[in-house]
């Protein structure tokens, strides 16, 4: 416990010296920020852009239209930089030389993989839900009412497939050695999620649900119980993905 709690530390640190926990909490600080604003301001651009002569209606914008460009700048983008920026976890340490250094002095191999999970998501916690809290803090300007029913749920889905995406990257980087090898991997795992969506009977199972339904659930047109499913699937396959990198990582030779 004391080498996982000493080595999580130092992962901690060599993040934030690496500056990819400033980067990382910046682009969702970014995002935060960005949301409501976004979202008040569409409607007037788009007005700004038509013809004179021609007349539009756009519907005024509400505290939804907020949380909508929050789960589209997170889904899109936000979960993109989170593999770019993580894909070189294990195949930096391994190019280099420094984790095979201690390796031979002792440390888990166990250990090396459970503390850089940790870490990795740790640090995805802590600029996500900031972005969360300063998309929420910064709409109370534009909206009085910011009352949004099932609004901590659907943000905690999101968040668990990051979850699942870093777990995805890790085993990625032990597979291929790579960072490039890494985000290939989770690329095409979330291509066959993409894909497998289609049929409706795998649908209800697919974790990418955890990233499709959020503004359904807001608005209440599905109930929380119908993501339970995906949600288990979700963790499973997350805690599938840790124990085959530890597997795969105890009996690789480096």
Not at 133 to 161: G, P, R
Not at 168 to 184: Q, R
Not at 197 to 225: C, G, H, R, T
Request: net charge positive; proline share 3%.
């Amino acid at each position: 416990m004391r080498a996982y709690i000493a080595f999580t530390k130092k992962e901690i640190y060599e993040l934030a010296k690496t500056y990819k926990l400033l980067l990382l909490i910046i682009v969702f600080l970014i995002f935060g920020f960005m949301n409501p604003i976004v979202a008040k301001l569409t409607p007037d651009i788009m007005k700004s852009l038509v013809e004179q002569g021609i007349s539009i209606s756009l519907p005024e914008p509400t505290i939804l239209d907020s949380w909508a460009q929050f789960f589209k700048n997170v889904s899109q983008m936000g979960l993109i930089v989170l593999v770019i920026m993580f894909s070189g976890i294990i195949s930096n340490e391994l190019s280099k030389g420094t984790l095979v250094n201690m390796l031979t002095k002792g440390l888990s191999r166990k250990t090396v993989i459970l503390s850089k999970f940790t870490s990795t998501c740790l640090i995805w916690t802590l600029a996500y839900f900031l972005s969360a809290l300063v998309t929420f803090l910064y709409s109370m300007l534009f909206w009085e009412d910011t009352e949004v029913a099932n609004l901590l749920f659907s943000i905690s889905i999101v968040w668990i497939f990051g979850i699942f995406l870093i777990s995805a990257v890790i085993l990625g980087g032990i597979l291929f050695k790579t960072s490039y090898g890494a985000m290939l991997f989770c690329g095409v795992i979330v291509a066959c999620l993409l894909f497998l969506n289609i049929f409706p009977k795998v649908a209800e199972y697919n974790p990418i649900q955890l990233i499709s339904v959020n503004m359904d659930i807001l608005k209440e047109n599905i109930e929380i119980s119908e993501v339970i499913k995906p949600i288990g699937v979700t963790l499973g396959a997350s805690i599938l993905f840790m124990i085959s990198s530890i597997v795969i990582f105890c009996k690789r030779e480096f």
